[in-house]
Each structure stands twice: as structure tokens, then as C-alpha cells.
């Protein structure tokens, strides 16, 4: 029997956040949406909003350092309806169900780049930050009509202590990118926004491969060799965006505008 529960601003935050990252774990939805409170303080309410039918949980392999399934939530119907009220937007946009499995190691790596967002945003006392998912960049696009047909992974902004703006698109390579039929229209597409792209790789073999895919699309557009800036994810992850270094295109060293 399901329990019922009263929703807060803070559960809302939950729902919103499984809008942007369709699968998350208990651990990382702790760290977006419950870092002013213990970890299990966060774990006894999203169990409570499962249990009420918010949220459904799928298991999707097991943690390396203990050997136990490891499981993700993600949106019910039930959700969905309460974060469209809540955010005035349409239900049907919303994704419920449980995600394709051979898509969660990339989900997992996107929701992790935005906890690092999150912990440099707040490390640099920024004024302002989000992380917008290709998801949703594709609701705004459809209710504007558009028809982009190549979208970043993720638009990072932020606001700095000099109240300057800055947008960055942010392009997770995924491993099986093809030069031809994938990579030269995501970024020739992208190359239109006028704005820096920063992308994100697993490797460095994999980072040396990119640029070099890249380098033609800027001498052909005549853009500089920073306007796409390269780094590797463990490193962001380990150290934070602005505590590394990037690569351009041509593998100078440089960090991030900021």
C-alpha cells in the first residue's frame, strides 16, 4: 500500500531535476537537491516519495567499492502531473518510466558534470549558475517551433562577482561518435551559436582524436582555435571546471573563461 505525502518545494526540486536527468541515484540526487541536510535525511524522503508513488526506482548494475545493486529513480506519472502544476508546464513534455538501460552510463556521467557545475559554482561564489539539459533545451525548442535539429548536451551560465554573464555549451562525447556522420554536423551546427563550446571526453586519446576532427570545421569558418575548448571528465570530476586545465583545438593549455 502506498503512503501519501505532501509535497514541498524541495520535492518539486526533486521531480525538476529527474526532468533534466531522467535517472539519478539516491546519492547524487542527495548532492543537487539536499546538500543542506544529511545524506540520510535525503535518503528517508526520496524513499518516502517512492513509497508514495512519485517515483519509481530501477536497478541498473552494482557499485565498484561494495559489490550491491546499484539503483536509480525516476519519473512516475504521479510526478509528472504535480511538477507541471507546479512549474506551469505541459505534461505530456514531461518523460516518465524508467530510461533505456544501454543509455545510463551516459545519463550518470551528465548528472555528474552537473554536481561539478554545482560544486564549482558554489566554490567560486558565483552570482548565478544553471545546467540545462539537452532535454529540456528540446522543450523550449518545440514550443518555440524551432527547428535545430543538433542541440549541446548540456548550456552551463553563469554570473561571476563582476556581474559578467557567460554561456558555454557543453558536448559530452559518448565513444561512438562517427567523424562524417555525427561530429561534423553537431559542431558545424554549433559552431552558428557563436558561443564557446566545451567538450567533454573520456580519454585523452580520445580528446586528441576530437581535435583533430575539429580543427578543419574553425579554419573553414575562419574562428579562432579557443572557440572549442577540450577536457576529460574524471579530471572535472575529481577536480572541478575551473581547477584544471582545457585544451584548444590546437592543444594549447588554458582554463576556462571565467
Known amino acids: ?15 525538476y531535476m529527474l526532468q533534466l536527468h531522467p535517472a539519478l541515484s539516491a546519492k547524487q540526487l542527495s548532492e543537487l537537491c539536499f546538500d543542506d541536510v544529511s545524506y540520510e535525511t535525503a535518503r528517508k524522503r526520496l524513499r518516502r516519495l ?3 508513488g512519485y ?12 559489490g550491491r545493486p546499484e539503483s536509480v529513480y525516476f519519473l512516475n506519472a ?13 505534461e505530456k513534455t514531461i518523460s516518465i518510466g524508467a530510461p533505456n538501460i ?3 552510463e551516459y545519463l550518470l556521467r551528465l548528472a555528474q558534470l552537473h554536481l561539478s557545475w554545482q560544486h564549482t559554482a558554489k566554490k567560486e561564489k558565483w552570482l548565478s549558475y544553471s545546467f ?3 532535454r529540456i533545451l528540446k522543450l523550449s525548442e518545440e514550443t518555440a517551433n524551432s527547428t535545430t535539429k543538433e542541440n549541446p548536451d548540456a ?13 558555454i555549451l557543453l558536448v559530452l562525447e559518448t565513444g561512438n561518435l562517427r567523424p562524417t556522420r555525427h561530429w561534423i554536423p553537431k559542431i558545424t551546427a554549433l559552431l552558428k551559436t557563436n558561443l564557446p563550446i566545451l567538450i567533454i571526453t573520456t580519454t585523452r586519446h580520445r580528446l586528441d582524436t576530437l581535435r583533430k576532427w575539429t580543427l578543419p570545421l574553425l579554419e573553414e569558418a575562419n574562428l579562432p582555435y579557443d572557440r572549442c575548448l577540450f577536457m576529460q571528465f574524471d579530471e572535472i570530476v575529481k ?9 584548444s583545438t590546437t592543444g594549447s593549455a588554458m582554463k576556462i573563461p571565467a
Open 1 to 15: 500500500m502506498k503512503r501519501h505525502s505532501i509535497l514541498s518545494p524541495r520535492d518539486i526540486s526533486v521531480f
Open 50 to 52: 517512492h513509497q508514495s
Open 55 to 66: 517515483m519509481g526506482t530501477k536497478t541498473i548494475g552494482r557499485k565498484k567499492d561494495k
Open 78 to 90: 504521479k510526478a509528472a502531473q504535480a511538477l507541471a502544476n507546479s512549474k506551469n508546464i505541459p
Open 102 to 104: 544501454k543509455h545510463h
Open 132 to 134: 540545462t539539459t539537452k
Open 155 to 167: 548550456t552551463l551560465t553563469f554570473t561571476n562577482k563582476s556581474n559578467t554573464q557567460h554561456t
Open 239 to 247: 577536480y572541478s571546471f575551473l581547477s584544471i586545465c582545457a585544451y
